[in-house]
């Protein structure tokens, strides 16, 4: 594993992370793991007027998932579903500031898959 990759910001946000707890009432939610390095995620949303009022997950993990988590959580607050729906690794990727091998990918990208599941099972009702 590259030292590299742990950057102050991403220490920061794994340390610290933003919206970080659950939402008793939530609107959607969506758990997933990696069974392959065990990190795992939970992701709490509410809406208003079709945008994300409120979101936070709770998990586990390395470094970069939870960093990814909570980066991803900040970004996506009072976006809509088509925003949702855009995003892709590469906004990740921008987001963590780093390139990632193919595994530490995984890790970075659990966070996005529970979100843009959790969005898309509350709009598809």
Known sequence: MDKEI???LIM???KKPRNFGKILKADAEYSDANPLCGDEIKV???FSNKK???IKFIGNGCAISQASASMLTDYVKGKDLE???KLDKDDVLKLLGIDLSFNRLKCALL???A???AVYSYFSK
Do not use: Q
């Open 44 to 46: 709490y949303i509410n």
């Open 12 to 14: 920061e946000h794994y």
């Open 83 to 85: 925003f949702v729906k």
């Open 6 to 8: 742990y950057t102050e």
């Open 52 to 54: 994300i009022k409120e």
């Open 115 to 117: 979100i843009k599941m």
């Open 111 to 113: 966070p996005l898959k």
